[in-house]
């Protein structure tokens, strides 16, 4: 009896064990080479910024154009590197979204990223300095709207950025489907 016992535990347990063992078949790999990591952002160019919003900013003629001068140098200066950060976007997007990845593109990616993170690097001294200059031409109440309009851009910049690598299918879920409604995989109504 006692092997009967041993038999019928082993059995009890391997059935017990089994769905769990078969959902680890289904277990979603996470193959996304940035989990975790942020997008790197180009510096906000805080000198368009206040150009774009004159208006609001109530700029004297000579300092708008002290800031135009401003800006001038800094599109001669940044142009290149603009120019290269963009050409290290990629030009394709996986149909099934970032976790939808071949090892090449992966590796395409991951290769374009650090890419980016040079170029940005470089990049930011320049800005920074370009901010440092437009600051000093504005007043105290200038410069806080001027700080919010460079927030506001950022946030405009990371949301930009945080959508760049979405696929298809993420972008359907982000576009908001209103509750009960039906679609079918495409994000379409089903025909009917």
Known sequence: MR???????V???ALALLPSLAMGQYLHRD????AGKPTPIAP???ARAVIEHESDMALTDSQRTQIVAIQHRL????APLLKKLDSLKPTWHPAGGINDLSREQRDQLVAMRNGQVA???????????AREQVMAVLR????DRAAKLEKNERKRAEDLARKELEGPRQQMENAGRRRGEIRDGTGRAPLG
């Open 3 to 9: 092997r009967s016992n041993r038999s019928i535990t």
């Open 11 to 13: 059995v009890t347990l």
């Open 44 to 46: 906000v160019n805080v």
């Open 140 to 143: 105290p109440e200038q410069r």
């Open 75 to 78: 599109d001669s200066t940044a």
């Open 119 to 129: 170029v940005i690097d470089s990049l930011t001294p320049t800005f920074a300095k």
């Open 31 to 34: 193959n996304n080479p940035f």
